[in-house]
């Protein structure tokens, strides 16, 4: 199984910070098959980035993702009240397509 | 607007079997493009995938769950569904269903999610 690592597991920031997450796999993946999801507490997550950097629709712009090989990113250019959340990264290179433990980001 | 809705007992005895459907809206099962797909969140932890399925019928598999799960689509009733056998309490989570395209496998719509409880 490929093996997805967060970090970090936590951080807390304030409205309006420029805040980054790193994801990385346990082996190189095809960037097209990398993904990025928020969770808010009591419900689903949802789909903000796939393929490593394409937003998908109806996303704010203030977020991006990047990176290739073993090592990805997720950055919010300005954080704003509605993204404190959890967010996963998680690969769809092989199966059993796997998640990253996540990082929660709360209110500093 | 596709809609997905999970539904089936929210609790399972210990050692029985776990059976979930997913009723699709806005949308047909049948679609070329898309996986239909069951994950599960046990409470306070992370994501993981457990099975998906084609409208075909083509499957695939978390093998640590493989042995005691079944996933099948009815097409004619615009859904699908998940059976987990000799369930324990380690399998108490949230369970979503949720639907894949099949180029990236990105997970882009979601059902609500049903807390399914393993307790005697």
């Known amino acids: 199984d490929i093996q997805m690592t967060q970090s970090p597991s936590s951080l807390s920031a304030s409205v309006g910070d420029r805040v980054t997450f790193t994801c990385r796999a346990s082996?190189?993946?095809?960037?097209?098959?990398l993904n990025w999801y928020q969770q808010k507490p009591g419900k689903a997550p949802k789909l903000l980035i796939y393929a490593a950097s394409s937003l998908q629709s109806g996303v704010p712009s203030r977020f991006s993702g990047d990176g290739s090989g073993t090592d990805f990113t997720l950055t919010i250019s300005s954080l704003q009240p509605a993204d404190f959340a959890t967010y996963y990264c998680?690969?769809?290179?092989?199966?059993?397509?796997?998640f990253g433990q996540g990082t929660r980001v709360d209110i500093k | 607007q596709l809609q997905l809705q999970e539904s089936g007992p929210g609790l399972v005895k210990p050692s029985e079997t776990l059976s979930l459907t997913c009723s699709v809206s806005g949308g047909s099962i049948s679609s070329s493009s898309y996986y239909w797909g069951w994950l599960r969140q046990p409470p306070g932890k992370g994501l993981q995938w457990i099975a998906s399925?084609?409208?075909?019928?083509?499957?695939y598999y978390n093998p640590s769950l493989k042995s005691r799960v079944t996933i099948s689509v009815d097409t004619s009733k615009n859904h699908f569904s998940l059976e987990l056998r000799s369930v324990t309490v380690a399998d108490t989570a949230v369970y979503y269903c949720a639907r894949q395209g099949i180029r990236n496998k990105s997970i882009d719509y979601w059902g609500q999610g049903i807390l399914v409880t393993v307790s005697s």
């Open positions: 998680q690969q769809s290179y092989s199966t059993p397509w796997t």
């Open positions: 082996q190189s993946i095809a960037s097209s098959t």
């Open positions: 399925i084609y409208y075909s019928g083509n499957t």
